[in-house]
C-alpha cells in the first residue's frame, strides 16, 4: 500500500473512532435526560437543549451507519416504563414526530411528501399540486393511548418507548373530559384514541397556589404537573389535579372511519372526544406557515401552553403510500416555536437600584437566543432567590422567556459547575450613590404585637440623593398611568438628573425654554411641545396625583380607593394607620406604610412645593358617604388591637361602655371589669394592661378626634349613602375590545362602583371577554363565572346608565 492511501486510511479510522467516542457520549447523555424526563419528571435541561443533542446525534448516525445500534435514542421514542405500573404493548406503535424549526424546513417536508406521492411539483408557471394538511397546536403535555371496546373505556395507557406504555387506566379514568363510555352508536368496535393529557394555564396556577398552601412544592411549568400527576400510584391524587385531554389520532382500530385525517377528528368529536378548537385544514406549504404564524401571535392568550403546531397530510391514503421511517412518520411533522427555554453561560450577577431604593440582583449572561431575541440580561428577582436557586457565578443555567415577560433564571445544572465558580454577594454600599445598604426588615402586626424579621429585599438608604432612585422616581411621576406627561421619556429624565437640572419631581414645572432646548435631541418645536405637556399636567384627579408619588404598596388601585373614600390630599396626609385599615383591601402593613410617607419630612417638602408650583388637583371634596358610614364604636374597639380582643369581645365591651372614655374608666375598674361576661380573664387583663399606658390612651384618643374630624365617628350625621349598582362586585377585564379601550372599560365600572381585578377568583362577578381571552376566559369557564362579550357588556353598561 502506498503512503497516501495508508494516510486516508488512518485518517478515516481516526474519524470513526472519534464518531463512534462521540456518539456514545451523546446516547448516554440522551439516555439520562429521557430517564429524568418521563421516568423521574425531573427534566434537566429544556426542550432546546434536547434538540441539538438528539439532532447532532442523528447527524453523525447518518454520515456512520455502521455504527447505528438499535438501542439509540434515535431508534426508539421515550423511555422506560415505571416498574410500580403493570405494562401495555401498543400494537401500532405510538410513533414520535420529525421537527421543523425554521420555515425552509417545513417547505422541504412539503416538497418531500409531494416527491413520495409522485406529484407534480412547483416551476415558474404555477405552484404545482397542493396538499391538504390538518394544522393544530402542539399541545405540551402527556401522549397517552385510550382503548374503546364496544364504546366503553377499558384501558388507558402512556406512550413509554412507544412500543411498551405504562398501564394507568385507573388515572385516566379520573381526567374529567375522558368519557367512559361513547356517545353515539356508529363507533368502531374496538377504537383506540391517542392524544395528549395536559393542565391549563388556570388549572395550573391554582395547582401551585394549593401546592405552596399545603407547604408542598411548586410544579415548575404545565408540562411537568401534567405528567407527574397523572403517573400517580393512587388515583384519587390524579383526580384532585386540573387534568384536561385532547385527542389528536387514533391508533387500532377494528369498524369504518373518515377517510381523512381531519373527517377522523370530527368523527371523535361526536362520539364526546375532545379535540383542539383550533384545527383547521391547509392547501399547501404557504396556507401552512400562514396558520403557524397566526398561532404564533396568539400563542400567549390560549389557555394552554403549546410548543408549535403540528402539521399531518389529511387523505389518509397519500398517509398509507408515505409510510414511516424508523421513529416517525413520513406524512406529519412538528413545526416548533423558538425555544423559549435555553441554557447558557451566567457571566455575572449585578446589582439595579429602584425607585424604593431596592438592590435587585441581574443576571448578566453569555448572549443565547431565546423565542426570537437575543438575551444577555434576566432577573433574579431577589437574594432569596438567588439562595432558592442556588445559583453561582460561572454556573450554566436555564433561561426562560415569554412573551413579553422580562428573561428570568429558571435554574442552575449543577452538574456542569465549574471549579472556580463563585458566590452572588450583595454589596455593602450602593453600586450608585456609594450610600449604606441595608435588608428590610418585616414588621408583622397583629393584636397587641409586633414581630420583626428580615425581608428578602436589600435596600440603599441614600433616598433621592442617590441619582438611580431619583430617576426612577420621577420616570414613574411622568409616566402615563400618573401624571402623564408626554414626551419625558426616561433618556430625558436621565439627562435632566445628570444635568443637575430635576433633582425632585417638583423642579419639572421650574424648567424654562433654555434649559429643555440645551438638552440632547431638542430644537425649538420640541422644547415648546415638552413645556406644553409639563403645564398641562398640573390638573390631575387626586387618584392620579397620589399614585405618581410612588409611596411603598399603593398601586393605582389604592390611590383611587384613597382618592375615593378620603376625597382630599389633606385627609389622606393626615389619616392614621388605624383610620386607613377601615378602607377595603389595605391592612395594617399598607397603611403604615401610607402613614410613614406622608410624616417624612422630606416628602412633605416635596408636596408642598408641587402644589406652590402649580398643581391643582382635581375631584377632591369630602369623605365618601359609604366609607363615612363604616365606623362603628365596636369595630373601633376592634381597630385599637388590644391583645385578646377580637370582633366579639369588642362588641361586648362596646355594648357594655358606649363610648371611648367610659371604655377608658371600666377598664380602670377591674370590679366592674370582673364581672363583666362575654370576655375572659387574659382579655380583662390584657384591657387593663392597655388603658394603663398614657401612649394608649392619648392614641385612642387621637384616633377618635380623626374619625370626628372626618365626619366618620358613629355619632357623626350620616349622608344618605346613593348606592351604585356594582357595588361589591367584582369585574376582570380580558382580550381586546374593539369599541373602547380596555382603561375606558375599567373607569366605566368603577364609576359604576365595581372593582377591576386582573384576576379570576371564585369571588369574580363576571369576566368580559374580548376577542383574543385566554386563560382568564378559561378560568372563568372552569369556576362557573358568568362571561359577557363586548356587545352584551355594551348593553349592560346602557342599562345600568338608564
Known amino acids: 500500500m502506498t503512503e497516501a492511501p495508508q494516510r486516508d486510511a488512518a485518517q478515516r479510522s481516526a474519524a470513526q473512532t472519534e464518531a463512534a467516542q462521540r456518539i456514545l457520549q451523546l446516547r448516554g447523555e440522551l439516555d439520562e435526560h429521557n430517564y429524568r424526563y418521563y421516568v423521574l419528571d425531573e427534566p434537566s435541561v429544556p426542550d432546546a437543549e434536547y434538540d441539538r443533542l438528539f439532532n447532532e446525534l442523528k447527524a453523525l448516525e447518518a454520515e456512520h451507519p455502521e455504527l447505528v445500534s438499535r438501542d439509540s435514542p434515535t431508534q426508539r421514542v421515550g423511555g422506560e416504563a415505571l416498574a410500580a405500573f403493570g405494562q401495555v ?11 421543523a424549526f425554521e420555515e425552509q424546513d417545513l417547505l422541504d417536508f412539503d416538497r418531500r411528501v409531494r416527491e413520495g406521492l409522485d406529484l407534480p411539483g412547483g416551476d415558474l408557471f404555477g405552484d404545482g399540486a397542493l396538499i391538504d394538511y390538518s394544522c393544530e397546536p402542539k399541545l405540551d403535555g402527556l401522549a397517552v393511548s385510550l382503548l374503546y371496546q364496544d364504546g366503553r373505556l377499558v384501558r388507558g395507557a402512556t406512550r413509554g418507548d412507544g412500543s411498551t406504555g405504562e398501564d394507568i387506566s385507573s388515572n385516566v379514568r379520573t381526567v374529567r373530559n375522558i368519557p367512559l363510555k361513547l356517545h353515539g352508536e356508529d363507533w368502531p368496535g374496538v377504537l383506540e384514541v391517542r392524544g395528549e393529557v395536559f393542565m391549563s394555564k388556570a388549572g395550573f396556577e391554582a395547582l401551585n397556589a394549593r401546592q405552596l398552601e399545603s ?38 382500530v377494528e369498524g369504518e372511519l373518515p377517510d381523512s385525517h381531519i373527517g377522523i377528528l370530527q368523527a371523535l368529536k361526536r362520539w364526546g372526544l375532545p379535540i383542539s378548537p383550533e384545527l383547521k385544514l391547509a392547501k399547501g406549504a404557504e396556507a401552512c406557515l400562514a396558520y403557524y404564524r397566526a398561532i404564533g401571535e396568539k400563542r400567549d392568550a390560549l389557555p394552554y401552553e403549546i410548543d408549535g403546531v403540528v402539521f399531518k397530510v389529511d387523505n389518509l391514503a397519500f398517509q398509507r403510500e408515505l409510510g414511516f421511517r424508523a421513529r416517525e412518520p413520513r406524512w406529519a411533522i412538528a413545526h416548533k416555536f423558538p425555544a423559549r427555554e435555553e441554557v447558557t453561560e451566567l457571566l455575572d450577577v449585578e446589582f439595579q437600584v429602584g425607585r424604593t431604593g431596592a438592590i435587585t440582583p441581574v443576571a448578566r449572561l453569555k448572549p443565547v437566543q431565546v423565542a426570537g431575541v437575543t ?25 426562560r422567556r415569554a412573551g413579553d415577560v422580562i428573561p428570568q433564571v429558571l435554574g442552575v445544572i449543577a452538574e456542569r459547575r465549574p471549579a472556580d465558580a463563585r458566590a452572588v454577594q450583595v454589596p455593602s454600599q ?24 428580615e425581608g428578602s429585599i436589600y435596600r440603599c438608604v441614600g433616598r433621592l440623593a442617590c441619582q438611580a432612585q431619583l430617576k426612577q422616581a420621577i420616570i414613574h411621576f411622568v409616566s402615563r ?37 440645551a438638552l440632547d435631541g431638542f430644537a425649538e418645536v420640541s422644547s415648546n411641545n415638552l413645556l406644553a405637556a409639563i403645564e398641562a399636567s398640573k390638573r390631575p384627579t387626586l387618584a392620579r396625583f397620589i399614585y405618581a408619588l410612588g409611596i411603598p404598596d399603593v398601586g393605582e388601585e389604592t390611590a383611587k380607593l384613597l382618592a375615593r373614600a378620603l376625597g382630599s390630599l389633606q385627609r389622606i396626609e393626615q389619616a392614621l394607620p388605624e383610620v386607613l385599615t377601615y378602607l377595603p383591601d389595605v391592612g395594617q402593613e399598607v397603611a403604615h406604610e401610607i402613614h410613614s410617607f406622608f410624616q417624612d419630612g422630606h416628602n412633605h417638602e416635596v408636596i408642598a412645593q408641587l402644589l406652590e408650583r402649580g398643581i391643582d388637583l382635581q375631584e377632591e371634596g369630602g369623605p365618601h358617604a359609604e366609607f363615612a358610614a363604616c365606623a362603628s364604636f365596636a369595630g373601633f374597639v376592634d381597630k385599637l388591637n388590644i391583645s385578646g380582643i377580637a370582633a366579639t369581645g369588642a362588641k361586648n365591651l362596646a355594648d357594655k361602655a358606649g363610648s371611648l372614655e367610659a371604655l377608658i374608666a371600666l377598664s380602670q375598674d377591674w370590679l366592674e371589669l370582673s364581672v363583666m361576661k362575654g370576655l375572659n380573664g387574659r382579655a380583662k387583663q390584657a384591657l387593663r394592661e392597655f388603658f394603663a399606658k398614657p401612649q394608649n390612651v392619648e392614641r385612642a384618643r387621637a384616633i377618635e378626634a380623626q374619625l370626628r374630624e372626618f365626619g366618620m365617628h358613629w355619632h357623626s350625621e ?3 349613602v346613593e348606592g351604585l349598582p356594582l357595588a361589591g362586585q367584582t369585574w376582570v377585564l380580558t382580550g381586546s375590545l374593539e369599541v373602547m379601550s380596555r382603561d375606558e372599560a375599567k373607569v366605566k365600572l368603577e364609576n359604576l362602583g365595581a372593582k377591576v ?46
Request: hydrophobic share 40%; glycine share 10%; net charge neutral.
Open 89 to 99: 404493548r401498543h400494537e401500532v406503535p405510538m410513533l414520535s414526530l420529525g421537527n
Open 375 to 399: 438575551v444577555s440580561n434576566a432577573t433574579l428577582h431577589n437574594m432569596d432567590e438567588v439562595a432558592r436557586l442556588g445559583v453561582m457565578i460561572g454556573d450554566s443555567v436555564i433561561v
Open 757 to 802: 381585578a386582573g384576576s379570576v377568583s371564585a369571588k369574580t362577578t363576571c369576566v368580559v371577554a374580548g376577542p383574543g381571552a385566554g386563560s382568564k376566559l378559561a378560568k372563568a369557564s372552569e369556576l362557573g363565572v358568568k362571561v359577557l362579550d363586548e356587545e352584551a357588556f355594551l348593553a349592560e353598561l346602557e342599562r345600568l346608565a338608564g
Open 430 to 453: 450602593c453600586p450608585v450613590c456609594g450610600s449604606a445598604v441595608e435588608r428590610t426588615q418585616l414588621i408583622k402586626r397583629s393584636k397587641g404585637k409586633e414581630s420583626v424579621s
Open 215 to 252: 407547604g408542598g412544592k411548586p410544579f415548575a411549568n404545565p408540562r411537568n404537573a401534567a405528567a407527574g400527576s397523572l403517573r400517580q400510584l393512587d388515583p384519587k391524587v390524579t383526580a384532585s389535579r386540573p387534568l384536561e385531554f385532547c385527542c389528536y389520532g387514533i391508533g387500532r
Open 481 to 517: 398611568r400618573a401624571m402623564d406627561i408626554d414626551g419625558l421619556g426616561d433618556k430625558i429624565v436621565e439627562q435632566l438628573v445628570d444635568e443637575g437640572l430635576v433633582s425632585s419631581p417638583a423642579d419639572l414645572y421650574t424648567l424654562g425654554f433654555d434649559q429643555v432646548v
Open 718 to 720: 350620616k349622608k344618605i
